[in-house]
């Protein structure tokens, strides 16, 4: 089992939709995780924390459970520039490395 | 502000050849970070160091695989001898903090094609 977990998609919306992804992960001392955003042919960015009470960060809002060991990420009102890959972040171990996800691609369509 | 940069941006080169791939964390950031991409396995961490030294080396694929870092600013990963399997995208990433815990900034990557 790998130790994060994504739907590689390709996930299609149109522009406006609500779109979810979700990840799961193995390890349940881990204790950071994160969404991270990487556009094509690009490195990843940080695109926000992920905290045990929810967290919202304009049109993005994520969240964690952490007795099924799973997180999501929810994105209202989708446009054009939201097309990217989203990638999965959790700490390993001690908190020493974080482990990423295969991603998830997203494709918002006019 | 410098990011971290990384060079070479692009390296194609034959079998067997000997790949030395630099990285320039960003000054103050004290974590050091060697990722692997590719579309099979994804964002794999090689090894990280933390204030110059290896922490963890456990993802690096073999003996062939060699990373160090002789000062806050400068850091390598070598291969010798390169294979054909290696071509991949690797990624500098540096944080400020003593474990990944928080952001890790990444470089542009440098993008390796092993003939």
């Known amino acids: 089992r790998k130790e994060v977990e994504q739907d590689p998609g390709p996930f299609n919306v149109p522009e406006g939709a609500t779109v979810a992804f979700n990840c799961t992960y193995s390890n349940s001392a881990s204790q950071s995780f994160f969404w991270y955003r990487q556009d094509c042919r690009k490195e990843p960015k940080l695109l926000m924390s992920v905290y045990s009470s929810g967290n919202e960060d304009g049109r993005f809002t994520a969240q964690l459970n952490r007795a099924s060991q799973y997180i999501s990420l929810l994105i209202r009102d989708s446009k054009l520039s939201d097309s990217a890959t989203y990638l999965c972040?959790?700490?390993?171990?001690?908190?020493?490395?974080?482990?990423f996800g295969q991603g998830t691609e997203l494709s918002v369509k006019p | 502000d410098a990011g971290v940069i990384q060079s070479p941006r692009h390296e194609v080169t034959e079998m067997g050849q000997e790949v030395t791939l630099r990285c320039k964390p960003i000054?103050?950031?004290?974590?050091l970070f060697w990722y692997r991409q590719t579309m099979m396995r994804g964002l794999e961490l090689l090894i990280y160091?933390?204030?110059?030294?290896?922490?963890?080396d456990s993802g690096m694929p073999e003996d062939r695989f060699s990373a160090k870092m002789p000062n806050a600013s400068f850091s390598t990963l070598k291969i010798q001898p390169s294979e054909p399997r290696d071509s991949a995208v690797y990624f500098c990433a540096s944080s400020p903090q003593d474990r990944a815990t928080g952001e890790l900034f990444f470089g542009e990557g440098s993008r390796l094609t092993v003939l």
């Open positions: 972040v959790v700490s390993g171990n001690q908190g020493g490395k974080l482990i």
């Open positions: 160091f933390n204030n110059n030294v290896p922490i963890d």
């Open positions: 000054s103050g950031h004290n974590s």
